[in-house]
């Protein structure tokens, strides 16, 4: 058992839980559960167009109907900014960070496919053109090559220069990079490991070097299958997921254990949601996910 095992889960508002942010949910939440470990939920409301009126809420209302009761406060990214501003300051006074005044036409004109679209070539590296005006910061990752093993995965590496490039920490029309507030967040609420989709496997060595660089302890890491539609599309807000219902939520949970490779057994599976995860968290094995980034439904 791990007893200062500390997990969370950190959906973002732009809609109500659907399946696959619930098998995120329940991947981290039993994780944590069959360590005797702490779960927290942090809703990741950092980019006000995309957060939806009241859908923080609905998602809170839905996990407690699963039976998915969290650990101390719920944490709001939009109340921590004073948080990002004094990373920023860090991260300036190790010379790391540069302004840009590139638009993203003149990016995807001098740009080179990365592994995540675009990478930024560098251009106001060594400053600003004197006729520009800068509208975000970015961060130096010239040379910086990232390693680590997943719990589900396996082993993966990134060289962030040629597969990311500098990316955006800050635009100045105060909007803080998810990148940068993770690492934060997840530092200043003692997380110890971060159970979550793999369509962020790929975020992961930019946060670790984040967390070189400010001198912060890096979490274990587990990416579980993204679950996709038929058309191999990840369920989201904009491919009309369904919302979980929170009135009947039980066979949700039991398909989101079946999707995670932990099916319980018949008997449990008829009985209530309580039940299901006494039996879930005794039973649990990670190694039984399967290694996939994306999966069907």
Not at 57 to 83: I, K, N, P
Not at 93 to 116: N, Q
Not at 187 to 194: K, N, P, S, W
Request: aromatic fraction near 8%; charge should be neutral; hydrophobic fraction near 40%.
């Amino acid at each position: 058992m791990t007893a200062n095992y500390r997990g969370r889960f950190a959906p973002s508002p732009t809609g109500p839980l659907h399946f696959g942010s619930l098998v995120a949910a329940v991947a981290s939440y039993v994780e944590a559960k069959s360590r005797d470990g702490a779960w927290f939920v942090r809703i990741e409301d950092l980019d006000p167009p995309r957060v939806v009126a009241g859908a923080a809420d609905d998602v809170l209302r839905t996990l407690e109907a699963c039976g998915l009761h969290w650990d101390g406060s719920v944490v709001y990214q939009s109340q921590r900014f004073d948080a990002y501003h004094a990373a920023l300051h860090c991260l300036r006074k190790l010379d790391v960070i540069y302004p840009c005044a590139c638009s993203r036409r003149e990016i995807a004109d001098s740009a080179f496919a990365g592994i995540e679209g675009p990478v930024y070539p560098g251009t106001c590296r060594g400053g600003l053109v004197s006729d520009k005006h800068a509208h975000a910061l970015r961060i130096n990752t010239r040379g910086i090559r990232i390693a680590f093993e997943d719990a589900v995965q396996g082993k993966i590496e990134q060289d962030l220069e040629h597969d990311i490039g500098d990316f955006v920490l800050y635009r100045f029309h105060r909007i803080f990079a998810y990148q940068l507030a993770v690492v934060i967040d997840d530092a200043e609420q003692g997380i110890t490991d971060v159970v979550r989709g793999a369509d962020l496997l790929e975020s992961t060595p930019r946060q670790i070097y984040l967390q070189r660089l400010l001198d912060l302890p890096a979490p274990r890491y587990m990416h579980v299958p993204v679950v996709v539609n038929h058309n191999g599309e990840k369920l989201s807000k904009q491919t009309l997921a369904a919302a979980i219902s929170a009135k009947n939520p039980l066979p949700a949970l039991l398909a989101a254990l079946r999707f995670l490779g932990n099916e319980p057994p018949p008997e449990i599976a008829s009985t209530d949601i309580e039940a299901l995860w006494q039996w879930t968290i005794r039973h649990w094995h990670r190694s039984r996910i399967p290694r996939a980034r994306w999966l069907p439904l």
